[in-house]
Each structure stands twice: as C-alpha cells, then as structure tokens.
Nanobody, 114 residues
C-alpha cells in the first residue's frame, strides 16, 4: 500500500525555522517529480514547491527566498527547509507527486505564533 508520512511540523515563533520530512513507501515510485503542498483553513490545497528526480527545483512565491526543497532518493525522503517563518506560512503541509497525486498522507501542521 502506497504510503506517505510527513513529519517535522510544530509551533514556532516568527523568524524561526522548521525542516519538514516526508517518507514514502517503497512501492510509491519515488523516481518522479515530488512536491510539497499546503492547506490552510478555508483554502484549497496549494503547491508550495517541487523537485524533479534529478534535483531541479522550484519554490513558489512568496516563500521562494525562504524555503528549500530537497530529496534523498536512496532513502525515499522529501524535505522542506523553512526559514524565517512568517504569519502567512501556517497550515498543514503534505507531500505527494507533482503530477498524478497518490492518496494523501496525514500531513504535518505548521503553526507560527508569537
């Protein structure tokens, strides 16, 4: 059964950092473009960043200069380094394929509060 398990979220103060991780099961087919998505209350899930199997990546605005997406293909883990967190960053973060998403994992909650 394909599984995605996100972790690393938490409650932080503005300006602090978090590193999210997403472990995928062996049958997921990790060798394809992967992405992080965010869903905040009242909003649809939105693309945050993506990375190809070869490492080409993109982070959507307005977090382009604060987030970094990375992957470890040997371990089947996707990462999202989030620096200088701001009040607009909170939400539940999910990983999945960039195209043809699989069943969603539980996500990991990011809360930013002073």
């Amino acid at each position: 059964q394909v599984q995605l398990v996100e972790s690393g979220g938490g409650l932080v103060r503005p300006g602090q950092s978090l590193k999210l991780s997403c472990k995928v099961s062996e049958d997921f087919g990790f060798d394809r473009p992967m992405a992080w998505y965010r869903q905040s209350p009242g909003n649809q899930r939105e693309l945050v960043a993506y990375i190809t199997s070869g490492g080409t990546s993109n982070v959507e605005n307005p977090a382009k200069d604060r987030y970094t997406i990375a992957r470890d293909n040997s371990k089947r883990i996707l990462y999202l380094q989030m620096n200088n967190l701001k009040p607009e960053d909170p939400g539940r973060y999910f990983c999945n394929r960039m195209y043809g998403v699989a069943a969603w994992g539980p996500g990991t909650q990011v809360t930013v509060s002073s």
